[in-house]
């Protein structure tokens, strides 16, 4: 089997890219597949998985495990955090400086390597939140 980073960018893999870098959401792969289906419109959901996983071997994009039970996909690469909204499941994205320090003391605790970290927010969208506000004065 050919690693992941020797393949080549195929024009399924190309668009796939493409559209998951133009949403700030961090779709499914069904998702993934209903926006790819736009401009390809005879592709399978299984090609869709196959390049997904490619894409994300490939470090092309970034494959969040988030707690709701699906795979979400990133094509923003930057180091950043998520906030996921506990009601509709609404993810937004974090941009503020990485806890740092937090890896050193994690590393001196544990005696492990750290290489990285993943820190994930739970709360109310926006949206969530005044729809549970209406109806508590309701």
Not at 47 to 67: F, P
Not at 110 to 135: A, M, N, Y
Request: include cysteine; glycine fraction near 6%.
């Amino acid at each position: 089997m050919i690693p992941a980073s020797k393949r080549r960018m195929t024009l399924q893999r190309k668009i796939i890219l493409e559209e998951i870098e133009k949403v700030n959401a961090h779709p499914a792969a069904d998702e993934v597949y209903e926006l790819v289906r736009g401009r390809l419109p005879k592709i399978s959901l299984g090609t869709v998985y196959r390049n997904l996983e490619i894409l994300s071997e490939s470090g092309l994009i970034r494959k969040l495990d988030l707690g709701d039970g699906q795979w979400r996909f990133d094509g923003n690469l930057k180091d950043h955090y998520h906030v996921q909204c506990i009601r509709c499941g609404r993810i937004g994205d974090v941009f503020c400086k990485p806890c740092e320090d937090l890896e050193e003391s994690v590393q001196e605790k544990t005696e492990f390597e750290i290489l990285s970290h993943r820190l994930d927010f739970v709360g109310l969208c926006p949206e969530c939140k005044r729809k549970e506000e209406q109806q508590w004065q309701d």
